[in-house]
């Protein structure tokens, strides 16, 4: 752009990226006065349109992008000059219609400045649980549509009153435009009183309160009857509870800490961080387990609840406050934000259900996060980063993809941009079906995008399938472990080939099996199994998942010794039959690495049956000390890894479950690095995708990624989403959008 520098200069500037709804066009106003401009600022369907005319305005656009609001994000600029209209004065001015190409950003925890307010008797703002700015407070929660101004979320039903109004027409305020500001005379209320939620509390209650993304259940973390209590109601027998305390300066006192996972803890996303347990809290908040998930409170109510709670003396002497802070739902239902079906579905779980008049749109639950070797890994991706987009390496056409079953999550592609939403939970019932369905919906709309294509699993039977195949769209069917090795050379925008190591739990096979360890080639749309890992009996099919001693069983009777079942599982009644079983031909097999998990953890007495998915697993990988390996531990034949020879030593009397563990986890390694360097060299392709939901195990994780690197191969990890189902829908919609520029590729050629 070249620009002459007379008074009259006009240029019109449209800025994309994350700009609505974070304190940007106040930023603008304060800039362009600050050049001494005249012009306007609107909200657009592509995101910010700003107009400048003065003799500074190139002075302008150049520092447009050098101090942005804390939560602002500039993808874009694109400048033109246009007729001097010898304008006077900067202003705010309409949003303007049209199509969307604009976001809105994620919800952000409450800032340093609000939270002062909070606590100042002299701010009008004191003691208030709504309290925000540009800075902080809800967003994509609240949105209905774009773009973000206050009548199209939910803050419409609250009038401004004088003094808000008064801040929001102030450009020197920072809340200045913030749609979602509000005060104790004309914004949201609580149904109950801090001191109320806080004697409960204290008093060894179980307390809902409805959150940021949704209603929440608190306890006392120190409290082991009350936390055995909350786990009864809630039917959720062993899976761990996060846990809240009030500042960064106390995380150590129940968990390590390191300065990376302290600055994850207090980013403005506030996610849960999964941290190395001090052991010092109820044993019932994660049974069995070496870390526990903490994280820093979100909402003004949260920071209340902490303030009153250190004023009760309650706990003991010397002892911080710590709250269990878990979804409030009934196990595998999905989060409640409505305060009816709160009231009634909380009946029987919470001693007091805390509501608030402003409404939730959009369910988002905490997002769950854990550094591993140094680099963020998400476990699960919701609050405070979607509906942050994933940056793709060219545009695609519009594709909706619908993830799997478990850790439902749906992406849609504009652009080159690909927005995954936030974890939806599992689709095993109509409530779970209904949500994805709603979500669906609202990203589609908020986007402002009609889908030509539906991305869906292989498997015939998974709710999303079925939703897919009754849509009327046209499809693209992508294999389980594919979609995973695509999810990670999406976000990577990997081209080339690319070897695949894919280790979880299941996933319908491109031959009908049930996969789960495998390895694959990846180029472009094409996929092709080059090896797997050894298939083993799944006696009673899908009951082996949740029964770890059925997959040793399997084991012992592959390594000759089903002799042995019996009086090891003696405990479980069709043990001394299994035998039997699994010497009749025709019986389920899979080549799954999460039953090698199961297996291990079970003849290694640490868990014969589990409660929730990966506890055998996340159990044995808690006892592990130090990792060795069995060198004679796995054998490779025609590209099929065994580790057989292992599991004959994990086996021997003389090993106890903790160097069990440390050698099952060396060893897998090991043999996993060995597999993909023996393909690397024969393909001539050294780029190594590890993805699949193993990889959340931190120990197998670190070991296998600094392998590769040892061994000369880059191996590409999922960053900005997690490596098991949650990432599942970005692989599906990136595969599809490549098959339909292939085929219209492919057409024009034709032509």
């Not at 909070?118 to 929660?141: A, I, K, Q, W």
């Not at 034949?637 to 106890?656: E, H, K, T």
């Not at 595969?735 to 024009?748: C, F, G, K, V």
Request: proline fraction near 5%; charge should be neutral.
């Amino acid at each position: 752009m070249s620009a002459t520098t007379c008074d009259r200069t006009r240029l019109r500037v449209r800025v994309s990226g994350a700009v609505q709804g974070v304190g940007f066009r106040p930023y603008v106003y304060g800039l362009a006065t600050r050049y001494g401009l005249a012009g306007f600022v609107v909200n657009s369907s592509e995101g910010v349109t700003i107009e400048v005319e003065g003799r500074r305005a190139p002075e302008f656009v150049a520092a447009l992008p050098l101090e942005l609001p804390p939560l602002a994000h500039i993808d874009h600029i694109c400048v033109q000059q246009t007729a001097a209209l010898a304008a006077k004065g900067f202003s705010i001015g309409t949003s303007e219609g049209g199509k969307l190409s604009a976001r809105i950003v994620a919800d952000a925890a409450t800032c340093q400045q609000c939270l002062s307010e909070l606590f100042d008797p002299e701010n009008r703002h004191y003691l208030y649980p709504f309290v925000s700015c540009s800075h902080c407070g809800p967003r994509y929660t609240i949105a209905e549509q774009l773009p973000y101004d206050r009548h199209n979320t939910v803050m419409k039903a609250f009038r401004l009153c004088a003094a808000c109004a008064a801040e929001y027409a102030d450009p020197a305020s920072r809340r200045f435009h913030a749609e979602a500001i509000a005060c104790p005379i004309c914004g949201p209320r609580l149904s109950h009183g801090i001191n109320a939620i806080v004697a409960a509390i204290a008093g060894g209650q179980i307390v809902a309160i409805k959150g940021l993304g949704g209603y929440q259940l608190l306890c006392d973390a120190r409290n082991q009857d009350v936390v055995q209590r909350l786990r009864s109601r809630k039917h959720r027998l062993q899976k761990p509870f996060a846990v809240m305390v009030g500042s960064t300066e106390l995380v150590n006192e129940i968990a390590e800490a390191n300065e990376a996972e302290l600055a994850l803890l207090e980013s403005v996303a506030r996610p849960v961080v999964l941290l190395p347990s001090r052991n010092n809290l109820a044993p019932a908040i994660a049974p069995g387990l070496s870390r526990v998930g903490v994280m820093l409170p979100v909402v003004p109510l949260h920071h209340l609840i902490f303030h009153a709670l250190r004023s009760t003396g309650a706990w003991l002497e010397g002892a911080c406050p710590v709250i269990v802070a878990t979804s409030a739902n009934s196990c595998g239902e999905p989060l409640l934000i409505d305060n009816a079906q709160a009231l009634w579905r909380l009946e029987g779980i919470a001693d007091l259900v805390v509501t608030h008049d402003r409404d939730i749109l959009t369910r988002a639950d905490d997002s769950l996060l854990s550094v591993v070797a140094g680099r963020t890994q998400f476990v699960r991706r919701a609050r405070g980063y979607v509906p942050e987009p994933i940056r793709l390496a060219r545009s695609v056409p519009v594709v909706l993809a619908v993830g799997g079953a478990l850790k439902s999550t749906v992406t849609i592609t504009r652009d080159n941009e690909a927005f995954v939403s936030q974890h939806i939970g599992d689709l095993d019932t109509a409530e779970g079906i209904r949500v994805f369905e709603e979500t669906i919906r609202h990203l589609a709309s908020t986007l402002d995008v009609e889908p030509v294509v539906i991305a869906h699993d292989l498997h015939p039977n998974m709710a999303s399938t079925r939703f897919a195949e009754a849509s009327g769209r046209a499809l693209v069917a992508v294999q389980h472990h594919h979609a995973h090795a695509g999810a990670v050379i999406a976000e990577h925008g990997h081209a080339g080939p690319a070897l695949a190591l894919v280790l979880d739990g299941h996933g319908f096979g491109s031959d009908g099996g049930n996969w789960g360890g495998e390895l694959l080639l990846c180029e472009g749309t094409r996929c092709r199994r080059i090896g797997h890992l050894a298939p083993l009996q799944m006696p009673g099919g899908e009951r082996a998942a949740r029964e770890p001693w059925r997959m040793a069983s399997a084991i012992l009777q592959a390594l000759g010794r089903g002799n042995e079942i019996g009086p090891r599982f003696a405990a479980q009644r069709q043990a001394e039959r299994m035998s039997v079983l699994l010497d009749q031909p025709g019986g389920a097999t899979t080549t799954s690495a999460g039953r090698l998990f199961d297996a291990a953890a079970a003849l290694l007495g640490i868990a014969c049956v589990q409660s929730y998915e990966g506890e055998a697993a996340m159990k044995l990988e808690a006892l592990v000390r130090r990792t060795a390996i069995f060198d004679a531990g796995w054998t490779i034949d025609g590209g099929v890894l065994s580790l057989r020879p292992l599991f004959a030593r994990l086996i021997a009397d003389d090993i106890d479950a903790a160097d069990g563990a440390g050698l099952f986890h060396g060893t897998f390694a090991a043999a996993c690095i060995d597999w993909v360097s023996r393909s690397a060299r024969k393909t001539g392709v050294n780029t190594i995708v590890l993805s699949g939901g193993c990889f959340l195990n931190a120990v197998l994780a670190d070991e296998i990624e600094r392998g590769c690197r040892s061994a000369g191969l880059t191996p590409l990890v999922p960053r900005q989403l997690p490596p098991n189902d949650g990432g599942l829908s970005l692989g599906q919609a990136w595969i599809a959008a490549l098959q339909i520029i292939e085929r219209s590729s492919a057409l024009e050629g034709v032509a």
